[in-house]
């Protein structure tokens, strides 16, 4: 039983346009919400993140959207860039006692074209 | 200056073998982790130790057995492998407390054939 999908197993988007990424949990449980980036033959390296109290966390030209009652969330970045392209994981945890134990979605790959 | 440092980067085995994958990490952090990735691309942690102690065993099977000498080091020892064990292995840390993120390691690719 996966709790953490991300349903669009890739994206293609054109430079300087907006690519936005989806995810969605199903337990409610899930408090803190991160998004990591990974290119080939790498870790995945963290991206942005955002808490449940909150419905939108920005950094630079990456925005992380939060829905609760949908158990949704999106990342959105804008402009897109070539360098973007890269492999992008949703992940959920619950905070406090889970010492960093994060539940991952199975990615997407985003390919941002020149 | 790689923070997280994973060895081998790959590793092909036969059946029934025992191998051993370290990790290392210079971030003076207190947590470290090990993640599998499936053939479905999930990343699912396996274990995790605080300050060499165990404090996550995800039912993992007992064939695999993580040593954590010092808070810095946590290696992954495979016993009697199979076939469903190749995939990739992600070691990871963290800064304990608050919501520090995990560093991972570029994972080991372990082919069993």
């Known amino acids: 039983d996966q709790q953490v999908k991300q349903n669009s197993p890739s994206l293609s988007v054109q430079e300087g346009r907006i690519s936005i990424l989806n995810c969605d949990y199903t337990?409610?449980?899930?408090?803190?919400f991160l998004w990591y980036k990974k290119y080939p033959a790498e870790g995945p390296t963290f991206l942005i993140s955002?808490?449940?109290?909150?419905d939108k966390n920005e950094d630079g030209r990456f925005t992380v959207f939060l829905n609760k009652s949908a158990k949704h969330l999106s990342l959105h970045i804008v402009p897109s860039q070539p360098g973007d392209s890269a492999v992008y994981f949703c992940?959920?945890?619950?905070?406090?006692?889970?010492?960093?134990?994060?539940?991952f979605g199975q990615g997407t790959i985003l390919t941002v074209h020149p | 200056d790689t923070a997280v440092s994973q060895t081998p980067k790959y590793l092909v085995t036969q059946m029934g073998n025992d191998k051993s994958i370290k990790c290392e990490q210079n971030?003076?952090?207190?947590?470290m982790y090990w993640y599998k990735q499936d053939s479905k691309k999930f990343l699912k942690i396996m274990f995790s130790?605080?300050?060499?102690?165990?404090?996550i065993n995800e039912t993992v099977p007992n064939r695999f057995s993580p040593k954590s000498p010092d808070k810095a080091h946590l290696n992954l020892h495979i016993n009697s492998l199979e076939l469903g064990d190749s995939a990739v292995y992600f070691c990871?840390?963290?800064?304990?407390?608050?919501?520090?993120?995990?560093?991972f390691g570029n994972g080991t690719r372990l082919t069993v054939t």
């Open positions: 990871a840390s963290r800064r304990a407390g608050g919501d520090s993120p995990l560093h």
């Open positions: 337990n409610s449980m899930f408090d803190y």
């Open positions: 955002i808490s449940s109290i909150k």
């Open positions: 992940a959920a945890t619950v905070r406090g006692t889970s010492y960093g134990k994060l539940t």
């Open positions: 971030l003076g952090h207190d947590t």
């Open positions: 130790y605080n300050n060499k102690e165990l404090i």
